[in-house]
C-alpha cells in the first residue's frame, strides 16, 4: 500500500529523532512538501476577529484567523487562504477549491450554516417573537435534514477528487449561548435554548456527512463552553449594531482559543 505523506512525514521524523537518540550523529532534519489549504465560510475567514486583509475584499480573511495562525505556527510550504464570509456550499464548489491537487496534505473547512439560513435565523430571534423565532429554527433544521446532506456531499467529493492524499478537518460551530448566564437582556431563555440546540442539530449533520467521506469531524463546542455569549468571558460577538456583519462571530479569542486548539489537535 502507497504511504500517505502524512506517514511519509511522521515516518522521517520518527527515524531523525531516532539516530540522534542512539548516537548517529548529527541527523539532517527531514523536510517535506508539505500542503495546508483552508476553505470555507466566515468562521474560517476570521470575520469577527479584525485585522482583515484588504486584499480579501468582502471575503474578510484575516491573520487572526485559526487557519493563519496554524500555518504561522506550523509554516507549511504551501498555504493557501480561499475562505470567504458568506460562502455556501455553492461558492465553495466554484470559487475555493482552486488550490487543491494531489499535493495537498491538510484542509480546513466550515461550511453549511449559510446554508441552513443562520443569518436570517438570528435576524428573525432579535427582531421578532420568541414564537417566531422557534418557528424559523425549525424550518432551518428541516433544511438540515432535507437538503443540506447532499450539499455536504458535493463539496467532499469534490475535495476528495482534487486532493485524495489530504487529511480533510471538518469543523463545526460553537453553540452561541450560555443557559442561565449572566445576560440581563436581549433573547429569551427560550429562544436561546433553540438556537443552541440548532447549532447542535448543524453540527450532527455535518459530522455524520463528514465521516461517511472518510474525513475528520472536530467539534468546537467543548472548547467553547464557559465562553458562550452570557457567560461573562464571551470569545463570540452578540448583536453589534455598529458591525453587524460580525455579529455572532468568533473574536480573536475565540479564532485563537477556541478553534486554532482544535484544528491542531485534529491535523
Not at 489530504?166 to 429569551?188: D, E, I, M, N, W
Request: charged share 10%; net charge neutral.
Amino acid at each position: 500500500m502507497k504511504m500517505s505523506r502524512f506517514a511519509a512525514l511522521t515516518s522521517s521524523l520518527l527515524l531523525a529523532a531516532g539516530a540522534a537518540l542512539f548516537g548517529a550523529g548529527q541527523a539532517a532534519a527531514a523536510t517535506a512538501d508539505f500542503g495546508y489549504v483552508a476553505l470555507g465560510d466566515s468562521y474560517s475567514s476570521g470575520v469577527g476577529a479584525g485585522n482583515y486583509d484588504s486584499g480579501s475584499g468582502n471575503c474578510k480573511r484575516t491573520s487572526r484567523a485559526y487557519p493563519a495562525l496554524w500555518a504561522a505556527a506550523h509554516s507549511p510550504q504551501t498555504f493557501s487562504f480561499t475562505a470567504c464570509s458568506g460562502a455556501r456550499t455553492g461558492d465553495v464548489l466554484s470559487g475555493q477549491l482552486g488550490p487543491l491537487n494531489s499535493g495537498t496534505d491538510l484542509v480546513s473547512i466550515t461550511i453549511g450554516g449559510n446554508d441552513a439560513g443562520f443569518s436570517d435565523v438570528m435576524t428573525t430571534c432579535v427582531l421578532q417573537s420568541e414564537s417566531t423565532c422557534v418557528n424559523r429554527v425549525n424550518q432551518a433544521k428541516a433544511y438540515v435534514d432535507s437538503t443540506l446532506p447532499g450539499q455536504l456531499d458535493q463539496v467532499y467529493n469534490a475535495i476528495h477528487g482534487r486532493a485524495p492524499a489530504a487529511r480533510v478537518v471538518v469543523l463545526g460551530y460553537p453553540r452561541f449561548y450560555k443557559l442561565g448566564g449572566t445576560c440581563a437582556a436581549g433573547l429569551t431563555e427560550g429562544e436561546r435554548s433553540a438556537i443552541n440546540g440548532a447549532a447542535d442539530y448543524l453540527n450532527a449533520a455535518i459530522a455524520k456527512r463528514a465521516a461517511d467521506h472518510g474525513f475528520t469531524f472536530a467539534s468546537v463546542a467543548g472548547a467553547f463552553t464557559g465562553h458562550e455569549i452570557c457567560s461573562g468571558d464571551a470569545w463570540l460577538h452578540s448583536v453589534n449594531w455598529l458591525n453587524i456583519g460580525e455579529s455572532y462571530h468568533p473574536t480573536a479569542a475565540g479564532q485563537s482559543g477556541g478553534y486554532l486548539p482544535v484544528l491542531t489537535n485534529a491535523a
